[in-house]
Structure formats: C-alpha cells, structure tokens
C-alpha cells in the first residue's frame, strides 16, 4: 500500500515510524514531515491548508490511504473533500470534528446526553459575561470557543482575571468570537482517554497522562504538552467502563443523531475525581506528545488497524499492547513557549546509543546537507518503554543527557505522579 501521513510533528513522525514496520507498506509520504519522518516517509512539502494541491499529489501519487495527524485539515473538512474524490482516508468529517473544533458544540452534547462535564454558561456579549462573573465562586475557567492551539482556556483565580479574559477573547484574541463559555473548575487527576472508531464499532487505544505546564512541578504557562507516559496510573477496570458508557457511548450516539459515523481517532481529555469521569474537552485526533509514547506499546499491525477503521471492519480486529511503561519527555528550544531561536544545529543525534526500546522522535526539525537544525519550540521526543516508568525515565534522561544539546530544556519530573510519590 501507498500511505501519506498529514503533519509535521512528533506524533506524524511516530505514525510513519509505526506505519512502516506493517508488511502491507509499500511507501509512505508524508505532508509536510520534519527531518525525523524523512527516515521512513519521503517528505513532501505542501502546506497542510491547501487541499487542492494535497489532493492532487494524493491522486498523482496513487496514495491508497491517508492518515491526517492535526485537527485543523480535520475541522476544515480535508475527509468530507477526500472522500468526495473516492480517496480512502482515516480521520473523522466535518460534523464529528467539531467534538474539537467548538468546546460549546461539545457542552450542548454533554448536556443533551447527560455526559458528566463542567457546569457552564455560555454567554453572547462581554456585559452578559462580567455580570455572571460578579456572583460567581473562584476558581473559575474562561474558555474561547474555537481552535486556539491549547491557548483558550484561561484558569481564573478570582473576578478581576476572569474579566480580563473574556475581554480578550471577545477582543479577537482568537478569531472572530460569537460566545464565550464560562464553567465551574473542576478539581481531581487529568488522563487522556483514546478510542479508535470505525464509524460503526470502536475499540480503546490506551490511555496516557499529559503534562502541559512547562516547567517542573507542573508550574508556568500551558504548552503543547512537555511529555507524558502511558498507560495513565489512575486507569482501572471500573473507571473504563464508567468512561466508556457515560462519555463514548453518548458522543458517538450524538454524533449518528447528527448524521454522520465517526471515524477516526477520538480523544478525551478527562478530570477523574474519586473514581468517577468528567469530560474536559475532545480533540479529534491522538494527542502529542500522548502518540508518541502510546505507539511504541502496541504489538498490533497499526497499518492494518488503521486500513479495517476505514474498510469498517475494526470488530474483526484484536489490539495487543505490550504490558510495560512508556514514558517520553520532550526536548525544547530555549524560550519555548514564548520566544526561542530556529535553526539551531543539532549534534550528537547519530552518536546516540539506542536500544530495540528507546525512540527519538522528532517535532520541530529540519534538514540541511545531512545535517538536523531545530525548526520549531518542541523539537525530539524521547521515549522509552521498561517495566517501570521509573526505569523508563532513567533511561531517557540518560539519552537526553547523551545528546548534550546546548540551546535546550526538558523537564525532569515527568511521570511525577507515578514515580515520586
Ligand atoms: P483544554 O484545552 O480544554 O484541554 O484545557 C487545557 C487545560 O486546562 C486542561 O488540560 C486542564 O488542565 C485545564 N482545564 C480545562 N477545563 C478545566 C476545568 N473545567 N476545570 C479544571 N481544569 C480545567
Ligand atoms: N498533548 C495535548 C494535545 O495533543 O492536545
């Protein structure tokens, strides 16, 4: 099979990674790439914005199936345009991508579905917002409604910041802005919940735990994610269940009342609190860094798991995982999140010493002469899978000290839940 992955980051270089150990891969593209897919995938440099040119490379290249990493081309409908011109692809459609695409068209679901979420208001003007905010109890969270790349979602620790951020949001901070939504804060345990679906079925694809703050202790702004490992700590029998029938069960049954059968890789951010589920927000897509280090633990075919979603046949299909503990930690360009210098080299990423194990994911990397320069704010993944996430952590933090990158942080305490306790 011809394959092309959409995307540019850890969680594509991942996929064309996973993709290329199937027997069934002839050749991967993949739409832009970094230096790290370039590895297993031929890059291909389009914008993932423009659809039409993406479409006629696909056609031109004789893809067989496309998988899209990012939620953008999925919330600008790049499947309903794909599908239109016969072209087999994995990823949900326009509908079901607004789970990520809007957080209020997912809390009108949660609360036509009795999906357990956040009390909320959603308000139409700054006055309406500021008025609510003066009876209301602290903390509280302000969130724009739309795509904001993790940045719309604002923590308010009393009436004066609450006020602040709805002013920026209905600013334009974030686009045009109709609504805000305002919701009680919720205090517990995060965990990202996948599934994989189909359209008719679907079965869990592992569960991981972010961590988004950028420095240690989780502390400082909110970042794409500066590691994570997986499974999650807090799963068990009893919460899967729980999660499976009062959260995915009703989403999906939402989205067929809708019109439309979600395919593709679903994503719950949830809040657990003593045992039980409260839904956060979707994304309609796997996570990064969650993909990353999830996709070293699977023993199943991924190309074949991928190619039954589309064929609808994923019932038919048994997903093995490998019993260990996956943990990645992001490397970053100095400054990251806010401002850092691109186009740094990198050395050292040949001379590293890695076992069957160990992975390095690249983000923000390009090539030039054979030579790999940083090309964005989180720029490699590593990640190792042991029988411990404290083995695991050692080990990474041995490679990355290995790598003795100049212009860099990472976290150290990732997986701080699980091992320092
Ligand atoms: P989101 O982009 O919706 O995932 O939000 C980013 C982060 O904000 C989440 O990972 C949570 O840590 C936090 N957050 C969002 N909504 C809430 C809430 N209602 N209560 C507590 N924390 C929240
Ligand atoms: N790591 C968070 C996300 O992918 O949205």
Redesign the pocket.
Known sequence: MIISVIGSGGREHAICKKISESPQASKIYCIPGNAGTSETAENIEIDINNFDKIKNFLIKSKTDLVVVGPEKPLVNGIVNLLEKEKIKVFGPKKISSQLEGS?IFTKKICKKYNIPT?NFGIFKNIEDAIKFLKSSNFPI?V?ADGLAS?K??Y?CENAYDANEAVKEIFGGKFGETKNVLI?????GD?MSFFVICDGKNFKKFQTAQ?H?RVFEGDKGK?TGGMGAYSPSGLINFNLEKKIVDKIIRPTLKAIKDLGENYKGFLYA?L?IKNNEPYL??YNVRMGDPECQTILPLLKTDFLKIINSCCDGKLDNLIIEWKDQKSLCVVVCSKGYPEKFQNNLKIDNLKKLNLDKNDYVFHAGTKKNNGDIFSNGGRVLNFVTISSSYKKSREKVLKLINNLNWSNSFFRKDIGFKVIDK
């Open positions: 957080k956040a969270v969130k993790g719309g979602v923590i919701e009680d804060f919720l205090k995060e972010d988004k909110n951010g809040m956060i927000e």
